[in-house]
């Protein structure tokens, strides 16, 4: 179904115009072939695909590979560890193949011309592909260990580095704080995907440090520009709260009228630091610092109010938005008592007094 399905005629066809009259062994397309079966198949390494074409007659078929051995001068077979003709490349042969790939893509972007085609045509034939969007970060790994050859003077993998990734957070029956780190050497993956259909409709490759904040914002920019009706058709963003950040939630629903689902990262630090501070208890911070008031809010946005008789902290009620009131439009909220939800307040009347007001109805 997927080679049926791929529009590569003009990948197979640059790679033969790049293989010229060089050496034809192993066809392009047998080649191309093969390595699409790596991805579908999910092999790890190149040696386990052509140890399955060696056992699996009806792969080596499906791939187009010449059943008869090719005749040429005796080789070691490294990863069979046998001398003689060959059906299947050896993995020097498929290591040359994947590098002419990989240039191809560097300067043609042929493969990535092929996933616009593809997801053009999801968009034709899907009416709600597209409509909720999402980005994750993946780490990839390199064989190098990043360390420099005394030899040589320089690593293995120049185009890689290193990476490293942080997870918080807090246990919810000791309330303990818990960090992880995760560091790797290497590359990132980041992918932008239809997270209904989990199917991928952008990617980027870069090395393991680069910011994914400013790739993400790069990659937006980038995929709604060639896809213009993504844009009309996507209602909602999702992404960790990793890439929670101000001015690209902004972008998204500023610029696009798309509703950025993003968590609100936990950056409040300077109340953890503090002697009296309890794990178990939210950070809560006035609204206005610079008077006394009952109204305080959280580092996520939240509004409360605190009760002056008991101390009881309530969520306020949201009742929209003015866009009016305001330089950027304003959010209100109400009192939670009988204003909004309909129960007593024993600080009612001591909070209004304090704030200079007479609610009515």
Same mark, same amino acid.
């Given at each position: 179904?997927?080679?049926?399905?791929?529009?590569?005629?003009?990948?197979?066809?640059?790679?033969?115009?790049?293989?010229? $009259?060089?050496?034809?062994?192993?066809?392009?397309?047998?080649?191309?072939?093969?390595?699409?079966?790596?991805?579908?198949?999910?092999?790890?390494?190149?040696?386990?695909?052509?140890?399955?074409?060696?056992?699996?007659?009806?792969?080596?078929?499906?791939? $187009?590979?010449?059943?008869?051995?090719?005749?040429?001068?005796?080789?070691?077979?490294?990863?069979?560890?046998?001398?003689?003709?060959?059906?299947?490349?050896?993995?020097?042969?498929?290591?040359?193949?994947?590098?002419?790939?990989?240039?191809? =893509? /560097?300067?043609?972007?042929?493969?990535?011309?092929?996933?616009?085609?593809?997801?053009?045509?999801?968009?034709?034939?899907?009416?709600?592909?597209?409509?909720?969007?999402?980005?994750?970060?993946?780490?990839?790994?390199?064989?190098?260990?990043?360390?420099?050859?005394?030899?040589? *003077? =320089?690593?293995?993998?120049? =185009?890689?580095?290193?990476?490293?990734?942080?997870?918080?957070?807090?246990?919810?029956?000791?309330?303990?704080?818990?960090?992880?780190?995760?560091?790797?050497?290497?590359?990132?993956?980041?992918?932008?995907?239809?997270?209904?259909?989990?199917?991928?409709?952008?990617?980027?490759?870069?090395?393991?440090?680069?910011?994914?904040? $400013?790739?993400?914002?790069?990659?937006?920019?980038?995929?709604?520009? /060639?896809?213009?009706?993504?844009?009309?058709?996507?209602?909602?963003?999702?992404?960790?709260?990793?890439?929670?950040?101000?001015?690209?939630?902004?972008?998204?629903?500023?610029?696009?009228?798309?509703?950025?689902?993003?968590?609100?990262?936990?950056?409040?630090?300077?109340?953890? #630091?503090?002697?009296?501070?309890?794990?178990?208890?939210?950070?809560?911070?006035?609204?206005?610092?610079?008077?006394?008031?009952?109204?305080?809010?959280?580092?996520?946005?939240?509004?409360?109010?605190?009760?002056?008789?008991?101390?009881?902290?309530?969520?306020?009620?949201?009742?929209?938005?003015?866009?009016?009131? *305001?330089?950027?439009?304003?959010?209100?909220?109400?009192?939670?008592?009988?204003?909004?939800?309909?129960?007593?307040?024993?600080?009612? /009347?001591?909070?209004?007094?304090?704030? *200079?007001? /007479?609610?009515? #109805?």
């Amino acid at each position: 179904m997927v080679l049926d399905t791929l529009p590569d005629e003009e990948i197979v066809a640059a790679l033969e115009a790049v293989r010229g $009259r060089g050496h034809n062994d192993y066809s392009v397309r047998a080649m191309w072939r093969a390595l699409i079966a790596l991805n579908v198949f999910q092999h790890a390494l190149i040696q386990s695909l052509l140890r399955e074409l060696s056992r699996n007659p009806a792969l080596l078929e499906l791939c $187009r590979f010449d059943p008869l051995p090719f005749q040429g001068a005796p080789v070691t077979d490294l990863h069979e560890g046998s001398e003689g003709p060959r059906t299947v490349p050896s993995h020097w042969n498929f290591s040359r193949f994947l590098t002419r790939v990989v240039r191809l =893509e /560097k300067e043609r972007e042929p493969m990535s011309a092929m996933v616009e085609s593809l997801r053009a045509s999801l968009f034709a034939e899907v009416p709600d592909f597209g409509r909720h969007l999402g980005c994750d970060g993946k780490a990839i790994e390199s064989h190098s260990t990043g360390r420099v050859a005394e030899d040589k *003077g =320089e690593i293995s993998n120049p =185009e890689a580095d290193r990476g490293k990734h942080e997870t918080t957070g807090a246990n919810g029956k000791t309330d303990k704080i818990w960090k992880k780190v995760n560091s790797w050497f290497g590359y990132g993956l980041h992918l932008i995907a239809d997270t209904h259909y989990e199917v991928p409709v952008a990617f980027e490759v870069t090395r393991a440090s680069d910011s994914e904040v $400013r790739m993400l914002s790069k990659m937006l920019e980038n995929l709604f520009a /060639k896809a213009l009706q993504m844009v009309e058709r996507c209602d909602d963003f999702s992404t960790d709260r990793g890439l929670d950040y101000a001015p690209q939630k902004t972008q998204l629903w500023d610029k696009w009228t798309i509703r950025p689902l993003i968590d609100t990262r936990l950056i409040w630090k300077a109340e953890k #630091e503090g002697f009296d501070y309890d794990p178990a208890q939210p950070i809560m911070r006035p609204l206005f610092p610079n008077r006394a008031d009952v109204v305080v809010h959280n580092d996520r946005g939240q509004v409360f109010c605190i009760c002056l008789k008991t101390g009881e902290v309530r969520v306020m009620a949201f009742q929209g938005f003015d866009a009016e009131r *305001g330089p950027c439009g304003t959010l209100k909220y109400r009192c939670p008592a009988a204003a909004a939800f309909g129960f007593d307040c024993a600080g009612s /009347k001591a909070c209004h007094r304090a704030g *200079g007001m /007479k609610p009515g #109805e």
